[in-house]
């Protein structure tokens, strides 16, 4: 069995964390993000696997090599313009090596997903379909385009975000692709799936399916759905095999230091080489590697980023600090707010003071 994950994206809504490392490769539940997600491939039965980058290309070749330390074989195909989702899946398709009927595996590489992949392989063979995709329900379907289907399960439509959605089931960002329906991509230049690729296969008649589940399911592309798959995954509320640790109120990384008088929770990451110091209180947050958090300060809901320190008494809340920052004591950094890498912020430089 083969796998493509789509992970050439930059990652705009995470910076200014991936201005150096890819989103896929951001510290998230005490490994690189992708490193859960290729586990549960291989968990699945995936033995090659096709990484489809193009940011930061060397930093996917560094970490995942052959991709023997994960039990499968790894390709690299680097897409050095923009193709749309379709046109980066038929840009790696000289390096697939399944049959023209035999099914392929995309994902998209920023979501977290705990849906049972072999059912939806198996479903996708059983019928007989061009492609399956893999659908879930959200309460509120508008900031979505959403694809309704039948009673038999095939897909008979691909809609635009609206107001009134006539279907809550919206595109989870997994496939399988029959390998011939692949090369039926035009190559080389941009090509969307759901505006072109999959309505023009529903017009030539082709069978595409839809697996509805009701399992977990995050796109992490923003802070807070970040922040909070970290936690899922810590507090065991989504399994992932790349976990390195029982699932707990927090992960301490090799060589974390936390003082006995500071308290961490919340399915919070404390990072290889990072200090937290007495008083100090870190829920919910992803801290990477060789971060100071110093006595009394909180960080709540955040993702501080390598190298990081963070002052006494300070408070972090719902924020982004990028790799490098300095925070002074007794400052209050909340509700959305980005530090830059390096930047540096003076004592009590910043406070939030509530509207009377």
Known sequence: MEAVVLVGGQGTRLQPLTLRTPKPMLPFAGAPFLSHLVTRLRAAGVEHLVL????????????????????????????????GTAGGIRNVARRLEAGPDDPVLVLNGDVLSGHDIRAQLEMHRRRDAAVTLHLVEVEDARAFGCVPTDS??????????????VTNRINAGCYVFT???????????????????????????????????????LDVGTPV?????????VTGVVESPALIAPPGEALLQEDAV????????????????TKVD????????????????????????????RRAKIGQRTVIANAVIGEGATIGADNELTSGIR?????????????FTPLP
Do not use: C
């Not at 390096?342 to 004592?347: E, P």
């Open 339 to 351: 530090v830059w890498n390096d930047a540096v912020i003076a004592d009590a430089a910043l406070r």
């Open 278 to 305: 007495a008083g100090a209180q870190v829920t919910r947050s992803v801290i990477a590697d060789g971060v100071h958090i110093a006595p009394g300060a909180t960080v709540f809901n955040s993702i501080v980023g």
């Open 258 to 273: 936390v003082h006995a008088g500071a308290v961490v929770n919340g399915g919070s990451v404390i990072g290889p080489r």
């Open 225 to 233: 759905s970040f922040v909070r798959g970290s936690s899922d995954i």
């Open 52 to 83: 489809a980058t193009s940011y930061r290309p060397e930093i996917f070749h560094e970490f995942f090599g052959t991709g023997r330390d994960f039990g499968m074989r790894i390709d690299f195909v680097t897409e050095t313009e923009p193709l």
């Open 179 to 217: 390998r011939k329906v692949i090369d039926l991509i035009p190559a080389g230049r941009v090509v969307s799936v759901e505006r072109e690729t999959f309505p023009e296969l529903l017009d030539a008649g082709e069978m595409l399916l839809g697996y509805v589940d009701t399992s977990y399911w």
């Open 152 to 165: 038999h399960g095939r897909v008979t439509g691909f809609i635009e975000k609206s107001d009134s959605p």
